[in-house]
């Protein structure tokens, strides 16, 4: 039954939203029968790294957002699965051990279980009968699992190269890890190089599919091109250029168009030929920079001044096509990882070639005119080719581009191809906290698979856990976990002693989830099948290039290995927006960060909710500011003294309209992420209740509740509870609209002359344009102006306007 007018109940936020997540918890509300479901709806959200600080703020507002969109998706009658979990291993939780000086196996326990408080108190609809731990044996076991099958499909390799070193956190960093800037993503140090023994994964061998599988999906505009730009593909052409007495030396470049503006040729300091191709007399000195060279590159200064620095190897090339002699070069600006380390200079059309051509006063040349003077600086866009002997006058860089390749094919010159300036995923890290990879180094047979069997390869517990910085792993110095013997033929062995990546744990913790409680399969075929892929997916776009390529490539790799029915994991992606905080970004050092705890206990879990979604769109983020949250705080109070006007009374014709039309706004833009216009729509029906005359009928309130439940759950149960609706509200069918009653029963049409207001009509909605012609020329102020005239042409808009044009208007 519904409370009496009149009589009171305890309105304090606080205190009902911790009855009603008891009573949620009590019931099950939130688990899915994931075995039952006839509509399965997957809704996942970016699990979180739980730090010792605790849940901020941009957890929260894009955990709401998340809960709305899956809240949302129930109430329209779908199973929905949202689960949760703790992305528990990496750096992050390492290195705040040490500052603090304790364990991560007992701190990271801590920081989950006051995480789990947290997130628990958000009203948030998790099956934590699912949650997984990355740190559990149980789950780990599955992702050195997971390594072993890319081991056994050709996607694991151990290499030794130039690898990306943080001297901070002394280990080794992906190139997804290093901002564009040459700093840690984690740190902010300055990114060194070293020369180690690693283990890849061949990421790059799915860098065409994962270039092309981005046109099929539904995902925010900037996450797909932040993928695009890494994948970096590149159409061009290998070229010749002849070298007396040696092999040809080849080149990549993506404007063979240019070539006859090639005045000289640049090799990486570290390009296997630089030495072969140097004069003697020039090997002193060439040697010399390449050393220095080196030790820039080791010490991360290698792109300082990088153009305007090199050394001549007195040696030239031939031009393929005019048979001019090019300067060879060594300089530090052409990267040995990128085409095949060598480039032809055309200084007159690239900014860091003019740079070097600068520098060394070597000859500058224009061949592709355009509005600039190339000795000044380069042109680098298009134009049409001049100096380029048959190919003089032709756009570029097409079809200028076309032809260039076509004639030095015929020579046998060129070869067309596609670069990608995606590199494999090297996944060793020399750190103590993550899964063990799980190897066996053997002197007979070298490095070998532990068998699937022996998993998991435990991390044991070390006291001595700082980074030693020597290029190996703390477990190195334990020799009850190093020492072993080879699975294949049991002579004495190493086991591996780095651990991996912790974006190999991420890179699968969707396909664990439905299956979390089975312990004898990663992810179980029937179960995967039913709730694979994701439907929709919502994070933030600083893991664009990071996580979500990862979960792409890996399940592109089950797929192919018999695993997986699908290659794209996440049908549907949204990236939220950032919060920030009185116009500046938060961080520590500024001191403005929120604590989502200060403002819960304040105002309540729903007020906090609330204002988060209605500070801006929720895929651009907003300003926090403390003074706004009252809005939402006192329009929650509102939506609870409304129910005590409720009586049995008819809906009048204006409160329906209001109520339809506010059904029709949040059922529209709720499912567009659009939560700050739906939040909107629901302040407006609420005030329309409020300043409603007498009592209010059920049917206002009902509805209110219903459409509020997705954005303040607790709020909306408290109201649907008082309303005597039957437990529970987010177990009720979503409220539809009449479009009827979005018609309004009177219009407002302007009357116009030539084009000028003259006066207006107020007429019953969808009178006719006859109907409406003949009253506008009856209208006292319309018969005066036209004082006997006749228009030549009536123009109607129905509803809206009637414009009378007169002769020679």
């Known amino acids: 039954m519904a409370i009496p007018m009149g009589e009171e109940r305890d309105d304090d936020p606080r205190t009902y939203e911790a009855r009603w997540r008891a009573r949620w918890q009590a019931d099950g509300l939130d688990r899915t029968d994931l075995d039952g479901a006839t509509r399965p709806y997957y809704n996942l959200m970016m699990f979180p790294y739980p730090s010792a600080e605790g849940l901020h703020v941009g957890n929260t507002y894009a955990y709401t ?3 709305i969109h899956g809240r949302f998706q129930r109430l329209q009658g779908r199973d929905v699965f949202e689960p949760i979990g703790f992305d528990a291993f990496g750096i992050h939780s390492e290195n705040y051990a040490i500052q603090v000086g304790r364990h991560p ?32 044996p149980g789950y780990y076991r599955w ?24 001297p901070k956190d002394l280990t080794v960093l992906a190139d997804e890890q290093v901002l564009a800037d040459g700093t840690c993503e984690r740190c902010g140090t300055v990114v060194l190089e070293r020369e180690l023994e690693q283990w890849f994964l061949r990421i790059t061998r799915y860098a065409e599919r994962l270039l092309k599988g981005l046109d099929h999906l539904d995902w925010s505009a900037s996450t797909v091109l932040a993928q695009r730009n890494w994948i970096g593909r590149s159409e061009g052409a290998y070229l010749d250029f002849p070298v007396d007495g040696e092999a040809p030396l080849q080149v990549f470049t993506t404007r063979p168009d240019t070539i006859f503006g090639a005045t000289f040729m640049v090799l990486a300091p570290d390009h296997p030929r630089t030495l072969e191709l140097t004069d003697p007399a020039c090997r002193e000195a060439v040697v010399a920079y390449i050393e220095e060279a080196e030790r820039r590159r080791i010490a991360g200064q290698h792109a300082e001044e990088g153009p305007t620095r090199g050394v001549r190897l007195g040696r030239d090339t031939r031009h393929p096509l005019t048979g001019a002699a090019l300067p060879l070069y060594a300089a530090e600006y052409v990267l040995s990882g990128y ?6 200079a055309v200084p007159g059309h690239d900014e860091r070639d003019h740079a070097f051509a600068r520098a060394f006063g070597l000859p500058i040349v224009e061949v592709v005119r355009g509005a600039q003077d190339v000795d000044a600086a380069a042109h680098v866009g298009q134009g049409v080719l001049v100096n380029s002997a048959e190919f003089t006058g032709t756009i570029a860089p097409d079809p200028a581009r076309e032809r260039v390749v076509a004639a030095l094919e015929a020579r046998g010159l060129a070869r067309r191809a596609v670069q990608f300036k995606l590199r494999d995923w090297g996944i060793s890290r020399q750190r103590y906290w993550g899964p063990p990879i799980p190897a066996v180094h053997c002197p007979t047979c070298g490095a070998v698979p532990v068998p699937e069997s022996q998993l998991p390869v435990l991390l044991p517990f070390v006291e001595a856990f700082r980074p030693l910085g020597t290029g190996a792993s703390p477990l190195a110095a334990v020799p009850a976990f190093v020492n072993t013997t080879c699975p294949r033929c049991g002579e004495p062995a190493r086991r591996e002693t780095d651990v991996s990546d912790t974006f190999l744990d991420s890179s699968w913790y969707f396909l664990r989830y439905p299956s979390a409680d089975r312990e004898d399969v990663a992810f179980a075929p029937e179960a995967t099948r039913r709730w694979l892929p994701v439907d929709t997916y919502i994070g933030g776009n600083e893991h664009a290039v990071l996580h979500l390529m990862y979960a792409r490539f890996v399940s592109m790799a089950l797929h192919d290995l018999g695993w997986l029915d699908f290659e794209e994991p996440f049908v549907r992606f949204r990236a939220h927006g950032m919060i920030v905080r009185e116009g500046a970004k938060m961080s520590k050092s500024r001191g403005n960060v929120v604590n989502p705890d200060a403002y819960m206990d304040r105002f309540g879990t729903d007020a906090f909710r609330l204002y988060l979604m209605f500070m801006g769109p929720f895929d651009e983020g907003g300003d926090f500011r403390d003074q706004s949250i009252n809005g939402p705080s006192r329009f929650l109070a509102l939506c609870l003294r409304l129910q005590r006007r409720v009586a049995a009374v008819p809906e009048p014709p204006e409160l329906a309209r209001a109520r339809h039309a506010c059904i029709q706004k949040v059922t529209l833009d709720t ?3 659009k939560y700050n216009t739906a939040i909107a729509a629901l302040m407006t029906y609420a005030k329309v209740l409020r300043d409603h005359p007498g009592p209010l009928p059920r049917a206002s309130l009902d509805t209110l509740a219903q459409l509020l439940a997705p954005y303040a759950p607790h ?32 219009a407002t049409v302007i009357v116009a002359i030539d084009g000028r207001r003259r006066d207006q009509l107020e007429v019953p909605a969808g009178t006719s344009a006859a109907e409406l012609e003949r009253l506008a020329l009856a209208l006292p102020r319309v018969v005066a102006h036209l004082a006997g005239r006749r228009p030549v042409r009536v123009v109607v808009v129905p509803d809206r306007q009637v414009n009378l044009v007169l002769p020679g208007a």
């Open 65 to 67: 957002g998340a809960d």
């Open 105 to 136: 196996m007992e701190l990271v326990r801590q920081n989950v279980a006051r995480f789990r408080s947290q997130l628990e108190r958000l009203g948030a609809q998790f099956d934590w009968s699912r949650a997984v731990d990355t740190t559990d």
């Open 143 to 166: 992702t050195q699992w997971l390594f072993l099958q890319l081991w056994k499909g050709d996607l694991a390799y151990r290499a030794t190269r130039a690898v990306k070193w943080c």
């Open 339 to 344: 085409g095949t380390g060598a480039i032809m």
């Open 671 to 673: 499912p567009q992420l």
């Open 715 to 746: 709020t909306a149960e408290e109201l649907w509870s008082r309303l005597g609706g039957p437990y529970s509200v987010h177990r009720q069918p979503w409220p539809t609209f009449d479009p009827a009653l979005l018609i309004d029963e009177q």
